[in-house]
């Protein structure tokens, strides 16, 4: 599991799009759509900050179980 720092840079992401506030050139991805959903980037931000947390209990869970 990546971490989340580490993400911005990981070449198979499209996080750093949504971050940025040009759209890239040559681009297939609409960040503009889902920034208005969640309402800014800063909140874009701790929702996947918020949901990588949440992977890595359930992961620490899914460990806990088959041991």
Known sequence: ????DELNCYSWTSF????????????????NFIIKIVGSRE????????????????KIIKDLLLE
């Open 1 to 4: 599991m990546i971490d989340l």
């Open 16 to 31: 750093p799009y949504y971050l940025s506030v040009e759209v890239a050139e040559n681009s297939f991805v609409n960040s």
């Open 43 to 58: 909140r874009y931000v701790e929702f996947v900050r918020n949901q990588s947390d949440y992977q890595r209990q359930l």
